[in-house]
């Protein structure tokens, strides 16, 4: 009984994964089941809008004269272009256009109005951002305000600034706050 030695079987490789086929089956995976621990991306830093003009004693000056009625200008740097911010009896401009404005609500307090189309043009503009921020942040009455910014624009609730435009008009009622004009009376 002689056996001839033979050739040992052949190991089957298993085949390796192509990068499509990588990446179809990664698409996948996060399709259901989303990306792992290792896969997350950072945390987005929360950016304090309006911090840098609520202490600054121009934008208080600013503010004043709007509570009271009067005027006052200053102007701001961004990125190279200088803009104008100013108020004039019951409005706050932006560049020369009406970002913010006041109308008499009762004897002792104003409504805060919004003008939705010059915000929408300069929602690109940082220091238009921080100022629209700063100035709802300067009302303590105004605190649950639902305006945000979010990837380059502007949201009042679920929505973007821009599409309510065409439905509910350019005006968009804030909030009502009290003003400076009448003298509140103490009591005795």
């Known amino acids: 009984m002689t056996e001839t030695p033979g050739k040992a079987p052949k190991k089957v490789k298993e085949k390796k994964q192509t990068p499509e086929e990588r990446l179809e089956a990664m698409r996948y995976n996060h399709m259901m089941y989303g990306p792992t621990a290792g896969e997350m991306r950072p945390a987005t830093k929360k950016i304090n809008y309006g911090a840098s003009y609520l202490s600054h004693p121009k934008f208080q000056s600013l503010m004043t004269a709007f509570k009271k009625g009067t005027a006052f200008k200053f102007d701001v740097t961004d990125k190279g272009k200088t803009y104008t911010i100013s108020t004039e009896e019951s409005h706050i401009s932006f ?94």
């Open 95 to 188: 560049d020369g256009k009406v970002i913010y404005y006041s109308r008499l609500l009762n004897k002792h307090e104003n409504n805060l109005l919004l003008d939705r189309t010059s915000m929408t043009q300069h929602q690109t503009t940082d220091a238009l951002v921080h100022l629209a921020f700063a100035i709802l942040r300067s009302f303590p009455e105004l605190a649950t305000h639902q305006l945000f910014y979010m990837n380059h624009q502007f949201y009042y609730g679920s929505e973007t600034l821009e599409s309510g435009i065409a439905e509910q008009g350019t005006n968009l009622l804030i909030g009502s706050f009290k003003h400076n004009k009448a003298q509140e009376k103490t009591k005795k």
